[in-house]
């Protein structure tokens, strides 16, 4: 994994984190405990949907510090092949940018796979 798609990658918290920060904002924490087994089916579903949607948060930031690391590091040369070449300079930098999203979204999706099937072989152990 390059340096700066590893660096990007932190952004995103383990799992445990996310779904800390899921019970908090459902107040699932508050919730008694027969409430949460009562309603067991709707809980688990509702944990699943806020937890990734907070994940793509933090997957959308992972993105946005590729972005900025990537072209900080590259500053002058962007800068030297805009000018000389104009549009066709900007083309080139987005065809050199291209490469490092794709490892950061490589990376990302295999990070949704085994946090999902580590979520899904216990879900209840949060609650």
């Known amino acids: 994994m390059s340096s700066v798609v590893e660096e990007a990658t932190k952004t995103i918290p383990e799992l ?8 908090k904002i459902l107040k699932l924490d508050k919730m008694p405990a027969e409430q949460i ?21 933090h997957e959308i930031k992972a993105f946005d510090r ?25 083309k080139e930098v987005l065809s050199a940018f291209i490469n490092p999203v794709r490892e950061l979204e490589f990376t990302a999706g295999q990070m949704r ?5 580590k979520h899904s072989n216990d879900p209840s152990k949060f609650y």
């Open 16 to 23: 445990e984190v996310i779904l800390k920060e899921t019970v």
């Open 66 to 90: 590729l972005k900025d690391l990537w072209f900080n590091q590259r500053k002058e040369w962007i800068e030297k092949i805009i000018k000389e070449k104009g549009v066709d300079g900007v």
């Open 113 to 117: 796979k085994a946090r999902g099937g």
């Open 37 to 57: 087994l009562e309603n067991f089916e709707k809980v688990i579903r509702d944990v699943e949907a806020k937890a990734f949607s907070i994940y793509k948060e």
